[in-house]
């Protein structure tokens, strides 16, 4: 395990905090390379690691990661606002290289320990993670004991360690059980590759398996810390508000910057492809420039401003939160639910723009090599995702605007 000096080392050694104008620059660079194997990694149904090393790199692990451990500390809207450019070449990747750098900041939530138990022997870590409380976790000495299955841990062959969500019984009424994450070593589980799937295929979201795993007391973050924000990794870095930011704020955006992302790079190869083709149909006609057609005029214009629309939602509200803890308030309900409901409905805003694109592609995007139609796949595959059901998240904005009690995931 590297020492207390050799982490304070490998802090002071790595490049100075890099503005935003930077770390788009260095993104900027390696996006041909990301793109150029977007095909690959969709059929090899993993990201490559070239693409994570390529990521790491240039720092984009460190960009929500605690300075103390190396990190840039840059508020949440950076890395979203990164990771629409990043899936612009390829959403699989960013949707894992998202969620691995998100992770960065959910860690720094759990107690001091543990967050040197994660970093501390390999600075370069990173967690792959299960949000649903797959099993009840079995007290043990010192902690707890793990066996089940964990579903959808999106970048298993990447990271060195997991977030595995589970049920514990509550210390204030031990007959009543709540989730909590648990950080379990990669070595300590197996993983089961259950992953064949039409949109994301390049994700990797397998399945983990442990057999009786031990994990340490301070290995563990309850889900009522983290939602509200009040976790011990708040207290540690108390002089960052952004660290107390309620989770679901946060991270279901980094999801949903996939969607964005993967619409907008479809509108800006829809544009490259579109802007010089000519109809080739018999029955139709031949030789009619596309672009000259007010129905694509339409679509294009319909994917455009439903891009800008979902990418300005996302942001914003990101800035939003970020800006009523360095005020000094505490992030309300309302605050995230409204968060959830940006989220939410930015997906379904990047699918609109995909939807109009991919609608008018023609025969030659059913190419599975064409970016248009794999967009379409991705975009839609993150709508699938529970959080970011609309009817979930729409009913429960409805449900508090309305002076319901709020049913759902907030």
Not at 59 to 83: M, Q, S, T
Not at 136 to 142: L, R
Not at 371 to 389: F, K, Y
Request: hydrophobic share 45%; glycine share 8%; aromatic share 6%.
């Amino acid at each position: 395990m590297a020492t207390s000096a050799q982490r304070k080392r490998h802090a002071i050694e790595a490049p100075s905090r890099p503005d935003v104008a930077e770390l788009k620059s260095r993104l900027a660079s390696l996006r041909p390379q990301i793109e150029a194997r977007a095909l690959a990694t969709e059929r090899a149904c993993r990201v490559p690691a070239e693409n994570i090393a390529a990521l790491r790199a240039i720092g984009y692990f460190d960009i929500v990661k605690p300075a103390r451990f190396g990190g840039y500390e840059h508020d949440f809207d950076v890395l979203v606002d990164l990771n629409i450019e990043l899936a612009k070449s390829c959403a699989s990747t960013a949707w894992v290289a998202g969620l691995l750098a998100a992770h960065q900041w959910l860690i720094a939530g759990f107690p001091e320990a543990a967050q040197r138990d994660v970093w501390d022997d390999n600075p370069d870590a990173v967690a792959c993670g299960s949000y649903a409380p797959a099993a009840k976790a079995v007290s043990a000495d010192g902690g707890w004991r793990l066996t089940g299955r964990w579903a959808f841990a999106s970048g298993c062959d990447n990271a060195q360690w997991s977030l595995c969500a589970a049920l514990l019984p509550s210390e204030a009424d031990e007959t009543k059980l709540v989730p909590a994450f648990l950080l379990v070593k990669a070595t300590d589980y197996s993983i089961d590759d259950t992953w064949n799937v039409v949109g994301l295929a390049g994700t990797g979201s397998k399945t983990l398996v442990l057999d009786d795993v031990f994990v340490p007391a301070h290995r563990i973050l309850g889900f009522a810390e983290t939602t509200s924000g009040q976790t011990p990794g708040a207290s540690i870095y108390a002089g960052n508000p952004a660290f107390s930011i309620p989770m679901l704020c946060n991270i279901p955006s980094c999801l949903a910057s996939i969607a964005v992302g993967a619409a907008a790079g479809a509108l800006d190869d829809y544009l490259a492809r579109t802007s010089k083709r000519v109809t080739r149909g018999a029955v139709a006609g031949s030789n009619n420039r596309m672009a000259e057609f007010p129905t694509i005029q339409l679509r294009v214009a319909e994917a455009a401003a439903s891009v800008d629309a979902a990418r300005h939602t996302l942001l914003r509200d990101l800035a939003d939160r970020a800006g009523t803890v360095r005020a000094g308030i505490e992030v309300s309900v309302e605050d995230r639910i409204t968060s959830r409901r940006g989220q939410a409905f930015s997906v379904g805003l990047a699918i609109r723009a995909v939807e109009a694109l991919n609608a008018s592609t023609g025969g030659l995007g059913l190419d599975l090599a064409n970016p248009v139609q794999r967009a379409w796949r991705d975009a839609n595959a993150v709508g699938r995702h529970i959080s970011m059901n609309w009817d979930a998240v729409g009913t429960m904005y409805g449900q508090m605007v309305l002076g319901l009690t709020p049913q759902g995931q907030y």
